[in-house]
């Protein structure tokens, strides 16, 4: 069984960096070929598709954050990772991890994913 859980910084400046970790256990034979993605859910409103890394390590981003996210994975630690520059308080939301064996881009019903994290609350105030 295929586990995710975010891990990072819970209180982040304005300007500043958010970096957020999944790390993910249990992933084995064809879950290895999964497709990684993250999603958030800003208060009050619906959930916002960020980006995805593939198994062979591509990257696709929703054009909106495009100039401002990064997604990677390190192998060592089974993990992958988010970073989203320049971060304003309208980037303050619940962060998910997921994957899914199918790559949908811009995705968020959690009907298409396989597995989704708990989540971690992420805020940028001063």
């Known amino acids: 069984q295929v586990q995710l859980q975010e891990s990072g910084t819970g209180l982040v400046k304005p300007s500043q960096t958010l970096f957020l970790a999944c790390t993910v256990s249990?992933?084995?034979?064809?879950?290895?070929?999964?497709?990684w993605a993250w999603i958030r859910q800003p208060p009050g409103k619906g959930l916002e598709w960020m980006g995805v890394i593939s198994y062979t390590g591509s990257t696709y981003y929703s054009p909106s954050l495009k100039s401002r996210t990064s997604i990677a994975r390190d192998t060592s630690k089974n993990q992958f990772t988010l970073q989203l520059l320049s971060v304003t308080p309208e980037d303050t939301a619940v962060y998910y991890c997921d994957a899914a064996k199918t790559l949908i881009l811009g995705a968020t019903d959690k009907n298409l994913y396989d597995y989704w994290g708990q989540g971690t609350q992420v805020t940028v105030s001063s």
């Open positions: 249990g992933a084995s034979g064809p879950t290895a070929f999964y497709y």
